[in-house]
RNA sequence: GGCGACGUAGCCAAGUGGACUAAGGCGGAGGUCUGCAAAACCUCUAUUCGGCGGUUCGAAUCCGCCCGUCGCCUCCA
C-alpha cells in the first residue's frame, strides 16, 4: 500500500514499525461548536483509512484527542453564561452522536487536554531541561531556533514565515516564531498550577503528551486536516522530537483536503457551516460518506446540495443491486471489482477508483439478476467492499410520522393492486400519483408492489 | 509578499509519458421490460483534457510562459 506523505511530499511505501499494529493518531475537535461536515469528511477520511487497513489485516491503534480547554471554549462559555465544563461536555455529545450517525469507528481513546495536565506539564520541563523552551513572564515558549529542521512538515524556512510578516511581536519571546508551550493565567480563565505558575497548556504541547501517552514516541501515521500543518503539526514535531530524541516523530503525516462552501473553505471563522445534524436531516448516512469518498482526500471538495442530492440518487442503484433475487443460473463473479477496489485503495486511498469498481460491481450484479443468474457472492462482495468504506447500505429511517402513515399506505397500495387486476388503469394511477405527490414511491413487478419513502432532492 | 494546490464532458470526479478511440456518478437522448409508469438493464452523450509554445517516436500526463480558481502563512478537520 501507497499513503502521500506530507512530511516528504511524496507518495510512499507504507510500512509500519511494528508489522500487526499501525499506531495512528488524528487530531481531533475542540469542542465548542457544533460538528460541522468539515469535520465530517477528515473524519470519514481518516475512518475510512483505519477500516481498509483493518481490511488488509492490520491491527489499527487509534488515538483521538480533545483540545478542551482553549481560548474560544473559554470565550463562548462566558458569553453562554455556562462554565467550560458543560459547554465541552454538550459539544463532546455533539461529536460523537454526529460520529456515530456517520458509522465512524471509535477511537481506542479519547483523552483531553485537561486530563493530561501533569504529563503536558513534564514535557514542558524536559523541553526546558534541553535548552528547547524557555519560561517568561508565566508563559513558556518552544525555541524554535533549538530545532534545525524546523519546517520540514510544511516546507518552509523560518526567514520565510517572518516574511509573511503576520506574527505579533511580543517583548517576552526570543524569537518571533517561537510559539507558547504554557500560558499564564489571566483573571476568570480556568488554571492549573506548573512550576512556572498557574496557567494552562498551549494548544500545540497537548497532542505531543498524549501521543506520547497512548502511542509511544513513534507514531506510523497522524492525520488530520491540511489547515493543521502549520503551524499546529509543524510544532508537534518539533516538541516531540526535541523532547523525546526520537526521529521521526510520525512515520507518515497525511492531511485531508478542505471542504469548501461555495467558493470559500468552511471554516468557523466565516461562520459559513453546515451541521452534520442539518446535512443528516436532508441525507442518508451513506450518502455522506459515498459524497466525500467521490473524490480524493487530498483534494479539496465543494459540499453542495446538488452534488449531495445526486450521490443519494446513485445509492439507489447499489441498494437495488443489494435486493434479493431468485436466481439458479451461475454466480456472478464479483473478483475482478473486488481487485480493482483493492488496487485503487492502494494507491493512497483513491476512493473514487474504488467506488467506481462498486458502481460496476452493482451494474453486474442488476444485470446477472435480470439474466437468471445467481448473486449472492457478488451482493456479498459488494457489502463487504462497501463496509470498507463504511457503507451500511441501510435503507433512511422513516420518522414516526412515516411509520403511523404506513398501514394507511399499505391499504391504499392493496386496493390499487385489486383495481389493476380489474384493468380499472385510470383509477390505479390516480392512487399512484396521489401517493406520488405525498412522497411516495410505487415500483410494480412480477412479485407484487413495493413502495417507498422518497429521499428529498 | 512567501509557500503550495488545482483547472478533464451540462455538473461532480478518476487518470499524471504509450493498452486514453480518457473510469465512475449525476443529468440528458433513444431502447428493452411494463396496461402506462417507476426501478433495473442496453446504447449513445469529451477525437479531447484552461490557453500558447517546447521536450519526446509518442503528452491530459514532462518543461516554460500566460490566464483563471483555491488553500496555508492567524483560531480551524
Not at 172 to 182: C, I, Q, S
Not at 197 to 225: F, K, N, V
Not at 237 to 252: D, L, M, N
Not at 416 to 436: N, Y
Request: aromatic share 8%.
Amino acid at each position: 500500500m501507497k499513503l502521500y506523505n506530507t512530511l516528504s511530499g511524496q507518495v510512499e511505501k507504507f510500512v509500519p514499525a511494528d508489522a500487526n499494529e499501525v499506531k495512528m493518531y488524528v487530531c481531533g475537535v475542540t469542542p465548542y461548536s457544533a460538528t460541522h461536515v468539515g469535520h465530517a469528511l477528515s473524519y470519514v477520511v481518516f475512518d475510512t483509512l483505519r477500516r481498509y487497513l483493518e481490511y488488509k489485516g492490520y491491527r489499527v491503534r487509534h488515538i483521538q484527542n480533545f483540545t478542551d480547554v482553549d481560548d474560544k471554549i473559554i470565550q463562548r462559555a462566558q458569553e453562554s453564561g455556562v462554565s467550560e465544563d458543560e459547554l465541552v461536555e454538550e459539544f463532546i455529545g455533539d461529536y460523537f452522536s454526529a460520529m456515530d450517525a456517520l458509522n465512524i469507528q471509535r477511537a481506542a481513546e479519547y483523552p483531553r487536554a485537561t486530563r493530561e495536565i501533569p504529563r503536558i506539564i513534564d514535557a514542558i520541563a524536559g523541553l526546558i531541561d534541553r535548552g528547547h523552551a524557555y519560561p517568561t513572564a508565566g508563559d513558556v515558549y518552544f525555541r524554535v531556533t533549538s530545532k534545525d529542521d524546523y519546517g520540514k512538515l510544511s516546507h518552509r524556512t523560518l526567514d520565510s514565515m517572518i516574511a509573511g510578516a503576520r506574527i505579533q511581536v511580543d517583548e517576552n519571546k526570543e524569537h518571533p516564531m517561537d510559539f507558547v508551550l504554557w500560558k499564564g493565567a489571566k483573571p476568570g480563565e480556568p488554571s492549573w498550577e506548573s512550576p512556572w505558575g498557574p496557567g494552562r497548556p498551549g494548544w500545540h504541547i497537548e497532542c505531543t503528551a498524549m501521543s506520547l501517552e497512548y502511542l509511544g514516541e513513534q507514531l506510523d501515521i497522524h492525520g488530520g486536516g491540511q489547515d493543521l500543518v502549520f503551524p499546529h503539526h509543524e510544532n508537534e514535531i518539533a516538541q516531540s522530537e526535541c523532547y523525546t530524541g526520537a526521529k521521526p516523530f510520525s512515520r507518515y503525516w497525511m492531511h485531508n483536503g478542505l471542504l469548501q462552501l461555495g467558493s470559500d473553505k468552511m471554516s468557523k471563522s466565516l461562520g459559513n457551516l453546515v451541521s452534520v445534524v442539518e446535512a443528516l436531516e436532508r441525507y442518508s448516512p451513506d450518502a455522506m460518506r459515498l459524497y466525500f469518498l467521490s473524490s480524493h482526500y487530498r483534494s479539496p471538495l465543494a459540499y453542495s446540495d446538488e452534488g449531495a442530492a445526486a450521490i443519494e440518487r446513485s445509492l439507489d442503484r447499489i441498494r437495488h443491486a443489494l435486493t434479493p433475487s431468485n436466481g439458479s443460473g451461475p454466480q456472478v463473479n464479483p473478483s475482478s471489482h473486488a481487485a480493482r477496489f483493492a488496487t485503487a485503495m492502494d494507491d493512497d486511498l483513491n476512493t473514487p477508483q474504488a467506488v467506481a469498481a462498486l458502481f460496476d460491481l452493482a451494474r453486474d450484479i442488476n444485470r446477472g439478476r435480470d439474466a437468471g443468474q445467481r448473486i449472492d457472492e457478488g451482493q456479498a462482495t459488494l457489502r463487504e467492499l462497501g463496509g470498507v468504506l463504511g457503507l451500511t447500505f441501510a435503507e433512511r429511517a422513516s420518522s414516526d410520522t412515516e411509520l403511523a402513515a404506513a398501514p394507511f399506505i399499505d391499504l391504499l397500495v392493496s386496493v390499487r393492486s385489486d383495481l389493476r387486476a380489474a384493468r380499472q388503469f385510470a383509477l390505479a394511477d390516480q392512487i399512484r400519483d396521489g401517493l406520488a405527490e405525498q412522497g411516495v414511491a410505487l415500483e410494480d413487478s412480477a412479485q407484487g408492489t413495493q413502495w417507498q419513502y422518497q429521499s428529498p432532492d
